[in-house]
């Protein structure tokens, strides 16, 4: 009886096992093939942003990254060559970036180029080789910049003797060269105009005749003085111009859409008692939102000198009634302190902020409220494009 | 000083109107070859120098960039320093971290002949001192001692004043490597 029982609670223990055991799953069939294929660029939305990059500690090596503001997906990336001038067409269609490549990759021959790329693709459609004359400084939107109209394209020389270019972005031919007199960069305007700023404080404005030859030119008025208060030359897209900011806070906005510039009355975005203490700066200083009148500055505790330290707060200005209407700490804990600015300009408009560290955040334009860090979005983000 | 400033303003602009860029430039690359030995402009902006205020981020600290600051930091008194009197508003890489001093180019790269000027205060003689910023060109970026100080660094607009611009842009190889800073002479009280 005994040795039946042991039998058994040997069949229940062997047997339960075996009754129990769970043969394994088959495995998953195998992987298809796969085809490597390119990817195609989703239609664009008004959340992405062209971050210009200016790679500062591989200057040779700087690009441009097609950043999606919603999805916080890097899209694809345009290259850049060394110091470039970036912008887009006025249709948003295409970017242009006027550059420098040397034969040997760090040295020899210098050739300068303006390169186009299609927006659709980012793929190269074509080429402008220009004299070894262009700008080799930070990117602002008047390095390089079409006409109105789009039937010209300017781009800005220093040798450091200042004058521009004028191109035909059509026929990709170069159609003169126009001295500026010690002027600076190219500020567009209507189908045929150019206007530099100039150490005086004005606006030298150059009127171009069918051809891209210039027909006539003029100097404004001053509207600033480079000894007590410079601007900035990082001017900021108005509706019917650009606003330039200068180190102590002032705004001078310009109305480009006549025959000759309009220089409406400075204000100011401190209070007397902010002036001096209180200071945008960085490498971009500002960007406005221009159907809600709303402007967006970086700034800082500073004195002089620190106009290109970044933005510990980021002060809402209206644009028509000059008040100011939120400050938005940079949390420090979060983020370096805020050197380039960008806004989108669509009806849920977001901010581009990128930092000291190279990281980019975004933000809700109406609210303020932080919503995405993207770390390290290249090396030095300095200047943000979009449509 | 500022009727100095003046009068070299006006006669710049006369002589504008007079030359040929070429020939200014053919004359100006004569002048400025010899930047390292000649003060260029004596020009005294002591005057106008201001203490930055008690707290602020600005003067003094090295900004902008990633990585910008290196881990062991040098004493301010050390030319591979940031703070370092002389770089009062230098952009870019310190030669001396890249195989040159605080006025000399490293091995195998060429000074520019062309170049920016500015006014910075030494405090070991309490004096002001006329610098030229020059850059080293014709290798790729040395990537290393990055700062940015901007003591009365104008815009572009008053290039001589600016360190924004490639000041290796007239060289034969025009790519930028480093920055020096140059004591042409003592500025005028």
Known sequence: ????????????????????????????????????????????????????????????????????????????QIDAGFTPGVNLSPDGKTTVVATTYFSRGGHGTRTDVVEFTDNTTLALTGEIVLPPKRDNTLPTYFNLAYSADSHFLYVSYVTPASSFGVLDPAKKTVLGEIDTAGCVLVIPSGPNRVSSLCESGRLLTVTLDADGHEASRAMSEPFFDADVDPVFVQGVPTNDGYAFLSFLGEVHEVDFSGPQPVLRKPWSIVTAAEKGHWRPGG???????????????????????????????????????????????VPAGKLAPVNAIQVSQDDAPIVFAATEKSDVAVFDALTGRLKHIERRLGQSPWFFLNP | MRSLDRLFEDSSRSLAQRTSRRSVLAALGRMLMGAALLPLLPID?????????????????????????????????????????????????????????????????TPSPITWIGTCHNPADGRDYIVSYNDCCGKTSCGNCYCNRNEREKPMYRLSRNNDVNWCMANADSNYHCSVSVILGVAEQ
């Open chain 1, 1 to 76: 009886m005994r040795t039946a029982m042991f039998c058994a609670a040997l069949l229940c223990v062997f047997g339960g096992s075996v009754s129990s055991a769970v043969p394994p799953p088959p495995p998953p069939p195998p992987l298809s093939p796969e085809h490597l294929t390119v990817e195609a660029l989703p239609p664009s939305n008004p959340h992405w942003v062209y971050v210009v990059d200016e790679a500062f500690y591989n200057e040779t090596d700087a690009r441009v990254d097609l950043f999606d503001g919603d999805s916080y997906r890097r899209l694809g």
């Open chain 1, 283 to 329: 490498e971009t200083v500002a960007a406005l939102h221009r159907r809600l009148g709303r402007m967006y500055v970086p700034m800082h505790r500073g004195g002089e000198g620190t106009h290109k330290d970044g933005g510990s707060e980021i002060w809402v200005l209206d644009m028509k009634t000059h008040e100011r209407l939120a400050r938005w700490p």
């Open chain 2, 45 to 109: 902006r002591s005057s106008r120098a201001e203490a930055a205020e008690p707290g602020t981020a600005g003067a003094g600290t090295a900004s902008a960039g990633a990585a910008s600051k290196t881990p062991d930091k040098p004493a301010p008194d050390s030319p591979e320093s940031c703070e370092y009197w002389k770089y009062c508003a230098i952009d870019g890489f310190l030669c001396s971290c890249c195989g040159g001093s605080s006025h000399s180019c490293p091995p195998g790269t």
